[in-house]
């Protein structure tokens, strides 16, 4: 009998075991097939084994129905088939919002039950006939009024995922959020409680902290690791280490939250000849030649710009930032995405998500350094998926 618990207690701890492998959940976007090369991401680029979760963004919605407006579609439908043919495990989810969407976008489908419904319906339609393995909410970002409505979407649509495998042989659909990493916006936008009991995990937007948006206008990381020696009052919330603890604190479960890691940098051009992190500058660094967006650089132009500029790393922060006459980008490579990945493993958390694999250097034509760096020194580092 003893021998048989023992037995039963080994096999639970196996499944406990197999059930914590972390997620490696990668977004990638529809408009870099617009990009020039040798930045055009197209479906056709995605390795099949290079990510546990890969999330198409963006779906919009009209008439209170889930669509996706890309050129592409077709092409789209065909390539989620062939790569979870390649790979069973994999799966693909669809995801809903964006910046550009913003709030006004879940408008006026979230404002009452009935236009919830027909919208919730046309996801379960949708999600199933294309093949999908769920849907994630990027609402960016509910304010304070429309927290109860985002609330009440993610319930209603958990609840509908559950009801519908209720009679078919299909796994249930996941249910997941892209979410604000800012703690003013956490207070704000999510009633973290209720959400945790529905959402599979969250992807957390922890990027953005500073950048040239800032006032006054100074340097600043996208992405530091940790609170900076400089920082005071509100910007030591602005980091990767607070806005995960920040979330589990207000009752998110570690295992769900799933840690942003950006492929991008944000640059400034400098005002002075100061150069440090908190350095006055004068607007946004020059737009990339590829992503044409001041202020902007995908990693794959990032590494193009590091040839003979100098480059510091922040040994409080754990990111590095690199300087070329008056230009100024703070970006992770791989040497920070290793601390990263160090720091959710020692959280136990539920793993890394990389906006988006079609800023690293997806080719490994700009930087030397192979296919997909970037994420492949995360997946690396996270060990089995
Ligand atoms: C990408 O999706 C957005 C939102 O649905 C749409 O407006 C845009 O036209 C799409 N871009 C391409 C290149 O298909
Ligand atoms: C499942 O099937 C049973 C028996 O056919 C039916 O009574 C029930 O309503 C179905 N449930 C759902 C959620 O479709």
């Given at each position: 009998l003893v021998l048989r618990i023992r037995g039963f207690r080994l096999a639970v701890l196996l499944l406990l075991q197999g059930g914590s492998a972390y997620k490696l959940v990668c977004y990638f976007t529809n408009w870099s097939q617009e990009r020039q090369e040798p930045g055009k991401f197209t479906p056709e680029n995605i390795d099949p084994f290079l990510c546990s979760h890969l999330i198409y963004s963006f779906a919009s919605i009209s008439n209170n129905k889930i669509i996706i407006k890309d050129k592409n579609a077709a092409v789209l439908y065909q390539t989620i088939n062939s790569v979870k043919a390649k790979n069973p495990k994999l799966k693909v989810l669809l995801s809903i919002g964006g910046y550009l969407f913003?709030?006004?976008?879940?408008h006026p489908m979230v404002d009452s039950s009935a236009s919830r419904l027909e919208f919730i319906n046309s996801v379960l339609l949708f999600l199933r006939n294309h093949n999908f393995d769920g849907l994630d909410v990027s609402w960016i970002y509910p304010d304070r009024k429309e927290n109860p409505q985002f609330t009440v979407l993610i319930h209603e649509l958990a609840e509908a995922f559950q009801k519908e495998v209720?009679?078919?042989?299909k796994e249930r659909l996941l249910l997941t959020a892209g979410v604000s990493a800012g703690r003013q916006m956490i207070d704000n936008s999510y009633q973290i409680e209720k959400l945790a009991k529905e959402l599979d995990f969250i992807n957390l937007?922890?990027?953005?902290?500073?950048?040239?948006?800032e006032k006054p206008l100074v340097t600043g990381h996208n992405s530091p690791l940790r609170k900076g020696q400089q920082d005071r009052r509100s910007s030591s919330y602005y980091n990767v280490e607070y806005a995960v603890g920040y979330w589990i604190h207000k009752g998110m479960p570690q295992e769900k939250v799933v840690m942003g890691i950006p492929m991008y940098g944000h640059s400034f051009t400098l005002a002075s000849a100061e150069s440090a992190v908190g350095a006055p500058a004068s607007g946004p660094g020059a737009a990339g030649?590829?992503?044409?967006?001041?202020g902007f650089l995908a990693y794959y132009e990032i590494c193009q710009f590091l040839q003979q500029a100098k480059i510091t790393r922040?040994?409080?922060?754990q990111v590095p930032y690199a300087v070329k006459g008056n230009q100024w980008v703070g970006y992770d490579d791989v040497e920070s995405v290793q601390a990263k990945v160090q720091f959710l493993k020692n959280l136990n958390l539920g793993g890394a998500m990389i906006w988006?694999?079609?800023?690293?250097?997806?080719?490994?034509?700009?930087?030397?350094?192979?296919?997909?760096p970037l994420v492949q020194a995360v997946k690396r580092s996270l060990g089995s998926l």
């Open positions: 913003g709030s006004k976008g879940f209720i009679n078919s042989s937007l922890s990027f953005d902290f500073h950048g040239p948006w030649s590829i992503t044409k967006s001041p922040l040994q409080d922060q988006s694999i079609d800023m690293d250097d997806f080719t490994g034509k700009s930087c030397s350094q192979g296919p997909y």
